[in-house]
């Protein structure tokens, strides 16, 4: 079980939020807090793995949250939730120990995706993000390394699903496009990251670019 604390000031989207959260058995809400100052108070008397942490809040911000936690709780996961797709407010977050930076117009089932793929000890970046920073990587050519054979074996499945992938599609919709379970996709996914030796979407984006495995 993820024991989460979700730190959000709007209710309505707060309620909303533990909803979709609590719709999966291996989750559960087990604190709310509308500012960073309510979060520190909470997690110093509950058992949290993972902090679901809106960057915007009053008294104590996101950021801030973030680095007071990283400092006196290194063991717990802290991931932004934020309406900011600025390239700026991802780096500073990721800077300072972010395990996540997840946009607030994500899917369910990117959002689910993404807590249990950081309780597992990776970073991850949402799919919208992902694509816009590798777009502007690509446009500064600053990617442009020696690129080495590729030797690893993908089977045609993963090749696909790579592809889609790197055209924003969410597991939900990759698993309705090709008649797949959510777990099967996910199973995929997870398969070219560990081949790849990618730590999330991004870079395994960049992976196939490098290797002309995405069109």
């Given at each position: ?13 707060r ?38 942490v ?23 996961k802290?991931m ?8 700026k ?41 992902t ?32 592809q ?17 379970s959510?777990?099967?996709?996910e199973?995929?996914?997870?398969s ?24």
């Amino acid at each position: 079980m993820i024991n989460i604390l979700l730190a959000e000031d709007h209710n309505i989207v707060r309620n909303g939020i533990k909803m979709l959260l609590e719709s999966d058995k291996e989750i559960q809400v087990v604190g709310e807090a509308v500012n960073g100052l309510e979060v520190l108070k909470q997690i110093a008397k509950i058992a949290v793995d993972l902090i679901l942490v809106d960057i915007n809040m009053p008294e104590m911000d996101g950021m801030q949250l973030l680095k007071e936690v990283k400092l006196k709780h290194p063991q717990i996961k802290v991931m932004m939730l934020s309406m900011h797709d600025n390239e700026k407010y991802v780096m500073e977050a990721f800077k300072h120990g972010s395990d996540g930076y997840l946009l607030k117009n994500i899917g369910a089932d990117e959002l689910i995706f993404a807590i249990k793929f950081v309780q597992q000890g990776r970073k991850y970046l949402c799919a919208e993000l992902t694509i816009t920073m590798m777009e502007n990587l690509l446009q500064s050519k600053q990617y442009l390394i020696t690129i080495p054979d590729n030797e690893i074996d993908f089977s045609l499945r993963e090749l696909e699903i790579l592809q889609l992938i790197a055209e924003g599609l969410t597991n939900l919709e990759m698993s309705e496009k090709l008649f797949l379970s959510k777990r099967t996709i996910e199973g995929h996914r997870q398969s070219l990251l560990d081949k790849t030796g990618s730590k999330n979407s991004a870079a395994l984006i960049r992976y196939g670019v490098l290797h002309g495995l995405i069109q």
